[in-house]
């Protein structure tokens, strides 16, 4: 049977704002001290990054990154940040127990991606 992963999107007013991407970012920057770090981690450049954390500072009420000034500052996640991060987090696992059994139901019914052959 293959694994399934539930993941969250959460929109405000009709507009996506948080998902697991977004999410894994700002965990980068928690574990990295720095926005380039944390977008090389992803595979994305820093403009990048920068833009997503740029957009996801002015959707909440304070920043979630808090950034240092000059060339190699550093950032890292104010406490909004991340409480922001450990709701996420919480609330994915709220929604995986409960959503267990339609997923244990999805994987019986699901093909099982064939692997690639070996040349």
Not at 8 to 19: C, K, Q, S
Request: net charge positive.
């Amino acid at each position: 049977m293959p694994a399934l992963r539930l993941t969250l999107r959460i929109d405000v007013e009709g507009h996506p704002t948080l998902g697991h991407g977004k999410i894994r970012l700002l965990e980068h920057v928690a574990a990295t001290g720095s926005i380039s770090a944390a977008g090389r981690a992803m595979g994305m450049s820093y403009r990048r990054a920068w833009l997503l954390i740029d957009a996801l500072n002015h959707q909440f009420t304070k920043p979630l990154v808090e950034t240092k000034p000059g060339g190699g500052g550093g950032a890292s996640l104010s406490e909004t940040g991340q409480a922001v991060v450990d709701c996420y987090r919480a609330a994915e696992k709220e929604a995986t127990a409960g959503a267990k059994a339609s997923l244990g139901t999805l994987a019986s019914l699901v093909k099982r991606p064939e692997k690639a052959a070996a040349s």
